[in-house]
């Protein structure tokens, strides 16, 4: 496994692949590797000759109260479990590799990011996909692999794909889960015990929704259950807690095929976000 820390370089290696035939799986990540991010890994490596990870802490995606200091970074063990992983190249730049000028040209997220997380964390999706577009330019990949963790972000780098003709495809990947439910997450080092202990109550309350929504179809019966459960079982602070229709993220009509249940809530000062995608039908 190759660490590459320039796009030059990175440039030329992906030049000479490409001359080959070969086909690119690119792995975006922030580091501080999960099994979340390895399940990403396995799933280009399966698909492509060549799995680039990149492993970058991007700054235009955190507000000025976030966390981007302490942001859990530790790439000598992310080599190692990428390694495992099958990746064959870690892009880890530096911030003036990525952002060599003063940042002139910005991307604006559209309607999708005016809610969920994109309410709560004005510009972080721009900041996404200003990255995440200069990664599709950098290494041109076939497939580009995310989480369904995050499922609004996937559902704008979507739209970006398809509004601006990158060529490729995306591929998402469900939410990996520790063994009490809670989802995976950088950020779950945060936690001390007793968060720890409490933060399984996401889950179990997008759980309550579904099953309280599959019966009815009533939004806000079920998310006033999942609030019920959350404020029960936890000393949290929900965010957001809501039903929409994915992947446009607009209100549930009679004609919404897929839903999605989002939820943020801050455990302790850790804000922790989780989701269920389904339709009536069984869960996508
Ligand atoms: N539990 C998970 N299951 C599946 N994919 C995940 C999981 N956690 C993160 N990912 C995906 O990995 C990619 C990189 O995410 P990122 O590096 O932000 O990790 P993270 O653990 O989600 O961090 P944080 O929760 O702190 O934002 C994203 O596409 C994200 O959706
Ligand atoms: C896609 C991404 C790597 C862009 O910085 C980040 O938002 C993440 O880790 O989900
Ligand atoms: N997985 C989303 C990255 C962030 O929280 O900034």
């Known amino acids: 496994m190759k660490v590459i820390t320039t796009i030059e370089q990175l440039k030329l290696i992906i030049k000479k692949e490409k001359s080959e035939g070969k086909t690119i799986g690119l792995v975006p990540t922030m580091g501080y590797l999960h099994e979340g991010h390895l399940t990403l890994a396995s799933n280009a490596r399966l698909e492509n000759d060549v799995v680039v990870m990149s492993i970058f802490v991007n700054p235009t995606q955190f507000g000025p109260n976030e966390d981007f200091e302490s942001y859990p970074r530790d790439l000598e063990r992310d080599k190692k479990l990428a390694e495992s992983a099958g990746v064959d190249i870690i892009f ?3 911030i003036e590799e990525m952002y060599p000028t003063d940042g002139g040209i ?12 994109g309410a709560s964390r004005p510009g972080h999706f721009d900041g996404v996909l200003q990255v995440v577009s200069k990664l599709f330019h950098i290494v041109e990949p076939t497939r580009a692999y995310f989480g369904q963790k995050d499922a609004q972000q996937v559902a704008i780098i979507q739209t970006l794909v398809r509004d601006y ?3 490729l495809e995306i591929r998402t990947v469900p939410i990996v889960r520790e063994e009490d439910g809670l989802a995976k997450s950088s950020r779950n080092v945060y936690l001390t015990e007793v968060e720890r202990k409490e933060a399984p109550a996401i889950y179990e309350a997008l759980l309550i929704a579904k099953e309280q929504f599959e019966a009815n179809q009533n939004s806000e019966v079920a998310i006033d259950s999942a609030t019920k459960h959350i404020e029960k ?3 949290g602070k929900i965010d957001y807690l809501q039903i929409l229709a994915y992947p446009d993220l607009k209100p549930v009509t009679d004609k919404t095929k897929q839903y999605l249940i ?3 809530v801050y455990i302790g000062k850790t804000r922790l976000i989780d989701n269920i995608i389904f339709s009536l039908k069984g869960e996508a």
């Open 92 to 94: 880890a730049p530096d």
């Open 106 to 117: 910005k991307i604006r997220a559209g309607r999708q990011a005016e809610i969920l997380c």
């Open 165 to 167: 003709n990158f060529p």
């Open 233 to 235: 079982y936890t000393s």
């Open 262 to 264: 989002a939820a943020a």
